[in-house]
């Protein structure tokens, strides 16, 4: 019974990815290079808010903001993100697709050199 549900969940996940393109090529490279690479963030500043500090942030890639509040000693009280619009996809996505996705969409050199030579130009 188990192993038979285990096998719907495998065929439902494996039929939703052949459905909805969501990481295809309408999703911006941007948020791709963010999901694999982690967020750069840039310090935006810090303001007072509910008795905490509050460290603005905002990545510099997506554009997703980050506010993390903090107690005065510096410990973490809480964190908030607000993404970019059409950041999050419903069901959420796999690691591996975004790094195949992201490799489909980038030239793939045959050696460092030729990377180096071609970022030269
Ligand atoms: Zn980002």
Redesign the pocket.
Known sequence: MARDRQSALRAAKTARRADDDTLGPNYPV?YLQ?RDLR??WKLVGYYRANGHIVRALV?E????DRHDRLWSSGRLAGRTYTPPEGYYVPGGVELVDVRAELMDRFTIFESEDDMVKDKEK
Do not use: E, L, Q, T
Request: proline fraction near 0%.
């Open positions: 941007d963010c967020h750069a990545c890639r997506c554009d997703m």
